[in-house]
């Protein structure tokens, strides 16, 4: 497995984050270690998190099979923190 941070990831634009919160998403999870993109990494952020969405990043989807699933998140409370390792688990529905 390569441990090198690639630069070319895809990640969710602010326009795209404005249609997210105009959507009423309440989550969004990726499978890299930011959501947002390289060249702009807080402004996707300031819109997510203000709209109150959760950012759920580095999940490793390896090894899930296609199919509908319940996410189940359970995030560490660090005070005065702005993030949090989490333990998230899926169960098929």
């Known amino acids: 497995m390569d441990n090198t941070f690639r630069e ?3 990640g969710v634009e602010d326009c795209a984050a404005k249609f997210l919160v105009e959507c009423r998403i309440r989550t969004i999870g990726v499978d890299y270690l930011t ?4 060249h702009d990494t807080v402004s996707t952020h300031v819109t997510l998190l203000s709209a109150g969405i959760w950012i759920i990043e ?21 005070v005065g923190s702005d993030g949090s390792p989490a333990r998230c688990v899926i169960r098929p529905r």
Do not use: E, Q, T
Request: hydrophobic letters at 45%; glycine letters at 10%.
């Open 8 to 10: 070319d990831y895809v």
């Open 58 to 78: 580095g999940l490793d989807f390896r090894g899930v099979a296609p199919g509908d699933y319940d996410l189940v998140c359970l995030p560490l409370k660090i």
């Open 35 to 38: 959501v947002a993109p390289w």
